[in-house]
């Protein structure tokens, strides 16, 4: 019987991944690799819709592969591969740029909130693109789930109106893929201000854990976290925002119940509960960061991971491009055997 395939991208736009990205994807990216047949991209494309430094992203994009294999991604039981040396990618994005609306693009709410920052001159024409993008990253590959944080949830469902909207006009060829968000994790918040997310872009270095983060860090920033008024440590989003953040984090990385959670510390103070959650964010990240800095040293290795997940990820985007070449109408090139 064959695996359901699931894709997800992550960005390498940071020294260092996050809490948020952790628990949101990449756990789950390693949970899924024995049940599923596992492309999983680090998107350096997507990660040149804003200004950037190309020493920099070079950088970023060998660590972000780094910190994958780090957390549990093993290249013998998934395809891990850099989005560019993939070319299919942008040339599926042009297509399907043809049948998007431009008032159903202008309705993307991450794109509605990065360039209200900085302003419509200082946003590129990539930066309106990019979901789709990341719908022809999922298409390409026929997925079936896409593992991502509730943030992505309004890509996901562009996605399938540009399936179904191709199928529909040049007969079925993608699969109509369902996002697979994990309902504890979907949106850990920023220690500081629970009311926002935590984000590479946005949050404060206090209100954000790294992966790459040193123990002592960790257990600091978890110390400071912002709490609320009162001293049980009960899941209540409205009354007790940071606690509940506190909450689903535990729970997500000890598999804990919340529930359990709650009787454990019941309203013992905070002091004893937050120590415990540090431990497990420490726990969980010293084994990832010490496998990372490994990975980095030997640039060979690395490489030909990356490599060799570009051979594999490249025939299915080759073949699903071939089909997509031929459906819209494009004349077969001979020399290369095209169908
Ligand atoms: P990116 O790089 O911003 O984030 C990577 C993943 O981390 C999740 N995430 C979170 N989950 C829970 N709580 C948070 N605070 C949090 N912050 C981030 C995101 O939901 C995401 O799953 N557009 C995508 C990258 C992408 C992609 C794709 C994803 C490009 N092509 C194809 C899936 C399939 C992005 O910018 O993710």
Redesign the pocket.
């Known amino acids: 019987m064959t695996k359901p395939r699931v894709?997800?991208?992550?960005?390498p736009?940071a020294d260092s991944?996050?809490?948020?990205?952790y628990?949101?994807?990449?756990k789950q990216w390693v949970a899924l690799q024995d049940s599923h047949d596992a492309f999983y991209?680090v998107?350096d494309l997507?990660a040149i819709t804003m200004r950037h430094e190309p020493e920099l992203l070079r950088r970023r994009t060998r660590i972000a592969a780094a910190q994958l294999l780090g957390a549990g991604l093993d290249p013998d039981r998934c395809t891990l591969f850099v989005?560019s040396h993939v070319p299919e990618h942008a040339e599926l994005q042009w297509v399907l740029s043809c049948i998007t609306g431009f008032g159903e693009a202008s309705r993307m709410t991450?794109f509605k909130d990065k360039s209200a920052k900085g302003g419509a001159d200082a946003s590129s024409v990539g930066l309106f693109t990019?979901?789709i993008?990341?719908a022809a990253?999922?298409l390409l590959y026929e997925?079936n789930q896409?593992?991502?944080?509730?943030?992505?949830r309004q890509?996901?469902e562009l996605?399938r109106d540009l399936g179904q909207r191709f199928n529909h006009r040049f007969g079925a060829t993608f699969v109509l893929p369902e996002a697979y968000i994990p309902p504890a994790?979907?949106?850990?918040?920023?220690l500081q201000d629970p009311a926002i997310?935590?984000?590479?872009s946005t949050s404060s270095p206090q209100g954000i854990i790294d992966l790459l983060d040193e123990p002592g860090r960790i257990r600091k920033k978890i110390a400071r976290a912002v709490t609320d008024p009162g001293s049980e440590v009960r899941a209540d989003e409205a009354a007790k925002p940071g606690v509940t953040n506190l909450l689903r984090i535990y729970s997500a990385l000890t598999g804990e119940p919340i529930s359990a959670l709650e009787n454990k510390y019941g309203s013992g103070g905070y002091g004893a509960f937050k120590k415990d959650v540090a431990e497990a964010v420490v726990a969980t990240f010293t084994p990832i960061r010490e496998k990372t800095e490994k990975v980095l040293a030997d640039e060979a290795y690395l490489d030909q991971v990356l490599a060799s997940g570009a051979g594999r990820a490249g025939e299915v985007a080759r073949r699903t491009m071939d089909t997509v070449r031929d459906r819209v109408g494009f004349v077969p090139r001979m020399d290369r055997g095209d169908r």
């Open positions: 894709l997800s991208g992550i960005q736009t991944f996050h809490l948020g990205n628990l949101g994807a990449v991209c998107v997507h989005q991450q990019y979901p993008l990341q990253d999922i997925a896409v593992p991502v944080g509730e943030d992505q890509h996901l996605t994790a979907a949106r850990i918040a920023d997310k935590m984000s590479k």
